[in-house]
């Protein structure tokens, strides 16, 4: 048929939908799940900017409408209320798969977040499966579980706990690694697999309970930043930005993964109370709480595999990028204040 692109043929095709190449050659239509949330809407930003239409798939579980409502009326951006969980009929070249709860204080009280992770990746691979879209998979570092080896490089397996309160999401997003080399290799699947480190900037949820969000909530309110445990566990934080560069890098590129995303700067969570009070109060105090069950000690990545193949790497560091998200904060908290009275 003349102006049908044989990409698009399917076991379910119906001669609906049907796209003149002309089109689709001069831009590309992404999915991106997830992309109401704080990563999610940051990438969309840039394949928005670079040109392309895209259809966000989110629940808004996690995510706001407020993350992508100054795109709402752009041609280019659709927005659909879904949960990945279910099977969904889309035609597009590419799907950065993001969907999923990423903080522990969210993951540990669902019962969703497996799900999510098995049921969710298996409908966004057996889509790409059918129209011979590009996938890629946003996985964790968490996968390394608590490491014993230090700096984390891709080629290590991991120590991970089965079966305690953290595995729903670490576990999840092993077996969407195992699934997405299936369709790879048994479906011949175009995917890319990139493992997250810590992520912060603007559009964080403020209430998410991870460690950036919760000391920046907390120094602005005038609270004292919560350190759990000796607070001498290490993490190594990457700034939004960077980590969308290197998604967008990682997709775009002939090389499947997995990748380590994140900023080899590791900090411990001492360390990083100094840096927020340094950062937005001088006078910002902390107090010690009990630590979680099976909270890793230590994280770093190694991050040569993307320097050297993606030719990729963080610009931002922990001091430039925590100012880049306070006002975004003290915006959003300032507003709560003033919806509850205060
Ligand atoms: P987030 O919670 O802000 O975003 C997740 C988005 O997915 C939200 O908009 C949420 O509503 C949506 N979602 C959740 N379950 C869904 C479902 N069943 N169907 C449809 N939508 C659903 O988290 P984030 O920090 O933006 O993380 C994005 C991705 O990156 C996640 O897959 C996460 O595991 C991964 N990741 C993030 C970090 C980080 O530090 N931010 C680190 C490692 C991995
Ligand atoms: N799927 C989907 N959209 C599609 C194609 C498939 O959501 O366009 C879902 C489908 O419902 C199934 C999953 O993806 O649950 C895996 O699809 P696949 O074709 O690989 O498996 P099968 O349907 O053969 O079990
Ligand atoms: N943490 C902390 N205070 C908080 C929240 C978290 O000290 O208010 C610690 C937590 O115990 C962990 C580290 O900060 O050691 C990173 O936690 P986060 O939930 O941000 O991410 P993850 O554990 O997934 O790396």
Known sequence: VVGYDEN??????????????GIRSKRKR???TGGAGFV??????????????VIVIDNFFTGRKENVVHLSGNPRFELIRHDVVEPILLEVDQIYHLACPASPVHYKSLTHNYKTNVMGTLNMLGLAKRIGARF???????????????????????HVNPIGVRSCYDEGKRTAETLTMDYHRGAGVEVRIARIFNTYGPRMCLDD??????????????????????????????YVSDLVDGLVALMESEHIGPFNLGNPGEFTMLELAEVVKETIDPSATIEFKENTADDPHKRKPDISKAKDLLNWEPKISLREGLPLMVNDFRNRILNEDEGKGN
Do not use: C
């Open 8 to 21: 698009y043929r399917s076991k379910y095709h119906n001669g609906v939908g049907r796209v003149p190449v």
């Open 30 to 32: 992404i999915v991106v």
């Open 40 to 53: 999610g809407s940051h990438l969309v930003d840039k394949l928005i900017a670079r040109g392309d239409d």
């Open 136 to 158: 890629l998979l946003t996985s964790t570092s968490e996968v390394y579980g608590d490491p014993l080896e230090h700096p984390q490089k891709e080629t290590y397996w991991g």
């Open 209 to 238: 309970g991870r460690v950036v969000s919760n000391f920046v909530s907390q120094a602005i309110r005038k609270h004292p930043m919560t350190v759990y445990g000796d607070g001498k566990q290490t993490r190594s934080f990457q």
